[in-house]
């Protein structure tokens, strides 16, 4: 019984947790001090590097992810104003709710994420990073 409490406890914080582009700054920025070498081998060599000007390098890693979403159907509902005569001759109007199934098609999301870390006498002086798919979970 209690390791069941205990994985529904998991469940639901890791349901709470929250995906952000503010997430990935707050993990970005504990980089910074970083040695070159953690870098190195925690994601690998960099795709491109820069010289800069103060003798430092710019090191980028573009990352794309690819989520695809099944097909589904959903219920969509729409008002109908309908006007007819009744039976006196008399002109009536009715609104009536109509609900009726949607295909929603599979979907294939693409997200990229290009991280950019300035490298400075064997360590991470700066990050900066751009793209939607720039997201982690808060830091708390």
Do not use: H
Request: charged share 25%.
């Amino acid at each position: 019984m209690i390791r069941r409490l205990a994985v529904l406890a998991a469940a639901l914080a890791s349901l709470s947790a929250c995906v952000t582009e503010e997430g990935y700054r707050q993990r970005m920025s504990l980089l910074v001090g970083s040695s070159s070498d953690d870098v190195l081998l925690k994601w690998g060599p960099p795709q491109s590097t820069a010289p800069m000007s103060n003798g430092g390098e710019l090191w980028s890693y573009t990352k794309t992810t690819v989520d695809e979403r099944a097909g589904y159907w959903r219920d969509e509902t729409r008002q109908v104003k309908r006007t007819f005569r009744d039976k006196e001759g008399n002109e009536k109007t009715e609104i009536i709710e109509e609900t009726y199934p949607v295909w929603m098609p599979p979907q294939m999301l693409r997200s990229t994420c290009t991280t950019r870390f300035v490298m400075g006498r064997g360590q991470v002086q700066d990050v900066s990073f751009d793209g939607s798919g720039c997201v982690a979970e808060e830091l708390q």
